[in-house]
């Protein structure tokens, strides 16, 4: 069966794969998509344990899984299971697991539906494209991180900045909305995120010089219809404009959503981080020389944001890093958890920006709770114990005309790839990179207007007195915020970190290899080097009481393109991206 909805082409391929006889699946196997249920808001709060419904698995964003099959007295076990290529290119998806399907979104939106526990398609849903958009890698070379599921629906953004909804079971176009324009720059990373029973989806491109930054923007997941969209920069107006220097709303840039939220139902509240000002360097951007009368922190840039998702209203706002001058997002996963402070249990907000500096939050105000520096850095001077403000090194602010050492570099010495808690430990567990810059600014020719990017030169170094060891993975109790245990390895940590109640954590890196650590100490139980780097957020399901590991790996991301002119010795393929999914022999 082919389906045309616009520019939209679905393919369905139970069908033509029966007609097509030897690609059938055998009558043995069951298609799990007969007996698949809606996904409600119940099960989005308390998700089965087999399944992973969201980019984290729960809206607290932990990315653990209460799976324990897989433990660690069986882990070395572990074998391939099976594995399916996707289309080249730097593919991020966290797959979504229900009932036995395992969705995927590919580069250049190709969304597959695959049989978890034997790795058969399903359907395929493959978006139309403009071929203005896929030459020379376009906004489709900005991968899709996660998707959403709800209903009888999987939620997908898509490369031309659209909102879509497919069919669960067929792949079919439900329905279509626009939300941008892509020719402006506009595209999404983030993916989608449902909050409440309200779809929403973090804005980014905002770099490519688009006046009045990036919005969040939330909708009903029924028809698409957008219900309300709040800024990631002081709009006019806004009191907190004044921290733009006095420049006009034409003029300030930046504000990305990269990442997807996090939600707390019982306050019906939805978290999501914001990204740094553009272009990166304050004495370009208009943030420095500071203006009398005004501030220079640029609002809402570097924060994270509290927002009512029913109505999109702003509830309250931190901001980490004011003044961002060497491109330090603030903008990754908020972890929900509660934790004792100072003899009391608060209701935190645990996030870690680029300066791998942990920052824990009451998230029910925004009042600061504490602070940890974890890898070597020169950026911040010193932090207020009371208010957590951070007071920037002068030295190291880059400058016009000079070259400044900015530890860490603008990778981070944590980029996308994602932190994730585990309530059986009581840790966080950071996968990390230690490094450093030579940042040289790159001014705007005189009377020409700014077109967009950082404007900036980055040559990244070691860390001074370094060891050889680049990566680094790292388990923090948050009870007292102090280390548990850390592993170092001579190449960066480019995966998000799975932590299970079988007491493993799984954290990949830029050499290809794939790691299970006991979440205790940290001791290497398991490693395996797969076909490309590690680069997405491996996640864990079970398919008739049989648990699984899966993780993507491709190559030629922005991140992992970064981290390569650190390591030149580390060689993978081009192009190449694989889901791979393991079980115990």
């Not at 404007?455 to 007292?480: C, T, Y």
Request: aromatic residues 10%; hydrophobic residues 40%.
């Amino acid at each position: 069966m082919r389906a045309v909805a616009g520019r939209i082409f679905v393919i369905t391929l139970p069908f033509l794969l029966t007609a097509a006889g030897a690609l059938a699946q055998p009558a043995s196997k069951a298609n799990p998509l007969s007996a698949i249920t809606p996904v409600t808001e119940s099960m989005l709060r308390n998700p089965p344990d087999g399944d992973w419904l969201m980019w984290r698995r729960t809206y607290n964003d932990w990315g653990y899984s209460p799976l324990t099959q897989i433990n660690k007295g069986n882990v070395k076990n572990l074998r391939d299971a099976w594995a399916w290529s996707l289309p080249a290119g730097p593919t991020q998806i966290v797959p979504i697991v229900h009932d036995g399907v395992l969705f995927v979104d590919g580069v250049g939106d190709r969304v597959q539906a695959l049989n978890a526990a034997t790795g058969d398609l399903l359907w395929q849903y493959q978006r139309d494209l403009e071929p203005a958009l896929i030459s020379g890698g376009g906004p489709i070379a900005l991968p899709k991180r996660n998707m959403a599921i709800y209903g009888e629906m999987l939620l997908i953004a898509t490369s031309d900045v659209h909102l879509v909804a497919l069919n669960v079971k067929t792949g079919a176009v439900v329905w279509d909305h626009p939300v941008a324009d892509w020719k402006q720059g506009w595209r999404y990373s983030s993916g989608t995120f449902m909050a409440g029973g309200v779809l929403t989806a973090g804005m980014s491109g905002c770099g490519n010089a688009q006046p009045g930054g990036c919005f969040i923007t939330g909708h009903d997941p029924g028809t698409g219809q957008e219900l309300w969209r709040i800024h990631t920069i002081a709009q006019a107006g806004d009191p907190n404009e004044k921290t733009w220097n006095g420049l006009p709303i034409t003029a300030r840039f930046g504000g990305s959503a990269w990442i997807g939220g996090s939600y707390d139902p019982d306050t019906d509240t939805l978290f999501y981080g914001v990204a740094q000002p553009y272009p990166w360097i304050a004495e370009i951007n208009g943030l420095l020389p500071k203006k009398e009368g005004f501030q220079s922190n640029a609002l809402y840039t570097d924060s994270t944001l509290a927002i009512n998702s029913k109505t999109g209203k702003l509830k309250w706002h931190y901001q980490h890093l004011p003044g961002d001058s060497a491109d330090l997002d603030e903008a990754y996963e908020r972890v929900l958890v509660d934790i004792p402070v100072e003899g009391k249990t608060r209701k935190a907000l645990v996030t870690v920006g680029k300066l791998g500096m942990i920052d824990a939050l009451d998230r029910t105000d925004g009042q600061f709770l504490w602070s940890k520096e974890t890898v070597p850095q020169n950026v911040v001077s010193s932090i207020d114990p009371k208010t957590g403000f951070r007071t920037l090194n002068p030295a190291a602010i880059p400058r016009i005309g000079s070259t400044t050492l900015n530890c860490p570099a603008d990778p981070g010495a944590r980029g996308w790839p994602s932190t994730a808690y585990s309530p059986k430990t009581g840790m966080l567990y950071l996968p990390m990179t230690e490094l450093c810059s030579q940042t040289t600014p790159v001014p705007v020719g005189e009377g020409r207007a700014y077109k967009g990017g950082g404007m900036a030169v980055f040559k990244r170094v070691p860390v001074p007195n370094s060891d050889g060891n680049f990566g680094r993975f790292d388990a923090v109790r948050l009870s007292n915020h102090t280390q548990a245990w850390s592993s170092r390895w001579p190449a960066p940590l480019t995966s998000g970190a799975l932590p299970t109640a079988g007491g493993l954590v799984f954290a990949g890196s830029l050499d290809r290899y794939f790691r299970a650590y006991d979440d205790t100490n940290g001791k290497l139980l398991w490693q395996t080097r797969l076909s490309n780097a590690v680069v997405a957020s491996p996640i864990s399901y079970s398919v008739n009481g049989k648990q699984y590991v899966a993780v993507v790996t491709s190559s030629g991301s922005l991140h992992t393109r970064a981290l390569n002119t650190l390591v030149p010795e580390i060689k993978n393929p081009e192009g190449g991206s694989v889901l791979s999914v393991f079980e115990l022999q």
